[in-house]
């Protein structure tokens, strides 16, 4: 009875997701499971992933989970945070939109300074013009941000003033301002740097492994071994005979002279 209940419940489930009876969406977002990994720690198999809730999962376990997947594939541009997706004339971001602001390397959260909203949680926020002032709903110009946030974005002090930072190191990425009162030195742009913090503990250690064992050695900085010897195993050629020319017949004697391998002697 235990088993048929599980098996009750599992198929329950299954259908009630699989033909969207709660919904098929949630912010935009797919209701399935998403998750983005970095390539590298998928050829290596260690390290974590991200589900689009924050979860943190282990490589081998998404490996695990992969089989019945649905992959999306992520292209930016020179490998940087620009992804080359354009999304068409309309308010609302798609949900392929929303898929690829997620995959982006700061995706997974609100992109607001020090906030830690998931990216199931957030709006596309359109960060280089507001929509009402003429802004596109392209995936160069929208940025995640959590409804408290998204709601203080305007042009009074107190309220934050956005841009895409369109090159540098943080190209790609959304600039907040927060506005200054009347009279006051303008306040300096800030980006949320905490989906930076895996990156950049993982360099740190790196930096500290290297200082006590050294670098690692790629691939062709070993030491060579170097050949002081040559070794011949071929057989050893055969050689030359001395016979008699009374011992072999016209045909051998023509043989022998062309071969060059038996000397012969009256």
Request: proline residues 8%; charged residues 25%; contains cysteine.
């Amino acid at each position: 009875p235990a088993q048929l209940n599980h098996d009750a419940l599992n198929a329950l489930l299954k259908a009630v997701f699989d033909d969207g009876l709660l919904g098929k969406s949630h912010r935009g977002l797919p209701i399935q499971l998403i998750i983005k990994a970095d390539v590298n720690d998928l050829r290596r198999e260690a390290g974590f992933a991200t589900t689009a809730t924050g979860t943190l999962i282990p490589i081998t376990d998404l490996v695990n989970m992969a089989a019945d997947t649905q992959p999306w594939l992520a292209v930016f541009k020179d490998a940087t945070a620009i992804p080359l997706y354009f999304g068409r004339g309309k308010r609302l971001a798609t949900r392929e939109q929303r898929l690829v602001s997620f995959a982006r390397p700061d995706g997974e959260v609100c992109s607001t300074p020090d906030c830690g909203i998931s990216a199931a949680h957030v709006e596309m926020h359109h960060a280089q013009l507001d929509w009402g002032l003429g802004g596109l709903t392209d995936i160069t110009d929208l940025a995640p941000a959590c409804p408290k946030h998204n709601r203080m974005v305007s042009n009074e002090p107190g309220g934050y003033t956005t841009r895409m930072v369109r090159e540098g190191p943080d190209e790609g990425r959304c600039a907040w301002r927060l506005n200054a009162e009347p009279g006051a030195p303008p306040n300096p742009e800030r980006i949320n740097r905490r989906p930076d913090i895996p990156r950049r503990f993982a360099e740190q250690l790196k930096q500290v492994r290297n200082e006590i064992h050294g670098p690692d050695e790629q691939s062709g900085d070993g030491v060579r071994l170097v050949a002081r010897r040559v070794i011949d195993y071929r057989p050893a050629r055969p050689t030359a005979r001395k016979l008699s020319s009374s011992e072999l017949s016209a045909v051998e004697l023509e043989l022998a002279a062309l071969l060059g391998k038996v000397t012969l002697y009256d």
